[in-house]
């Protein structure tokens, strides 16, 4: 199976600070690469697909950039509303998997 | 387009429980459904896929123990949960997978989730 790599686990920030997150893939799986953000008590919201598209209303100030193993999702300007964990998730394999998650908080 | 899990509880380790996802707004025939899982204070694991043709695909931790399967009549996915464990324990999340197209190639995504249904195994 494939593993995916998260870094950091959490991160403390501000409002209007950049943020940035990494996932790290066990083997190449060009960009079928995932993010998705999920708030305590709620299931998980896709944000971005095949690395960098975002999802329809997701705001410009999150992006996604990477192929192969390595991938990075940026908030440029951290907003309250972002205080989240968010997830990577691979789409290569026909066994899915998940990053372990990174918590951005205050 | 909404998915709606039930059939969570609390079971002993060992014994065996199913759990349904139905779905509306959409027909579970022509799409591809999942189950992710989330233990308590952790992160997601993905468990189950069953995709409209039929196939399916379970991950490691749950092979010979957990089968995915449809009723078409009844829009619903359901996951039969069989030698459970106290590392079964999460709450499951039925999702639907879809087809993004972009730049000549298709991407799998999860892009509507149910509200989760809880599973305790404890004696």
């Known amino acids: 199976d494939i593993q995916m790599t998260q870094s950091p686990s959490s991160l403390s920030a501000s409002v209007g600070d950049r943020v940035t997150i990494t996932c790290r893939a066990s083997?190449?799986?060009?960009?079928?690469l995932n993010w998705y953000q999920q708030k305590p008590g709620k299931a998980p919201q896709l944000l971005i697909y095949?690395?960098?598209t975002l999802v329809s209303g997701v705001p410009s100030r999150f992006s996604g950039s990477g192929s192969g193993t390595d991938f990075t999702l940026a908030i440029s300007s951290l907003q309250f509303e972002d205080f989240a964990t968010y997830y990577c998730?691979?789409?290569?394999?026909?066994?899915?998997?998940f990053g372990q998650g990174t918590k951005v908080e205050i | 387009v909404q998915l709606v899990e039930s059939g969570g509880g609390l079971i002993q380790p060992g014994g065996s429980l199913t759990l349904s996802c139905t779905a509306s707004g959409f027909s579970v025939n022509a799409n591809s459904l999942t189950w992710v899982r989330q233990a308590p204070g952790k992160g997601l694991e993905w468990v189950s896929l069953?995709?409209?043709?039929?196939?399916?695909n379970n991950a490691d931790s749950v092979k010979g123990r957990f089968t995915i399967s449809k009723d078409t009549f009844k829009n619903t996915v359901y996951l039969q949960m069989n030698s459970l464990r106290a590392e079964d324990t999460a709450l499951y999340y039925c999702?639907?997978?879809?087809?993004?197209?972009?730049?000549?190639?298709?991407?799998?995504?999860?892009?509507?989730w149910g509200q989760g249904t809880m599973v305790s195994v404890s004696s």
């Open positions: 083997q190449s799986i060009s960009r079928h």
């Open positions: 999702a639907r997978q879809i087809d993004y197209y972009d730049s000549g190639t298709y991407y799998s995504v999860f892009d509507v």
């Open positions: 095949g690395a960098s």
């Open positions: 998730q691979q789409s290569y394999s026909t066994v899915r998997t």
């Open positions: 069953i995709n409209s043709g039929g196939s399916i």
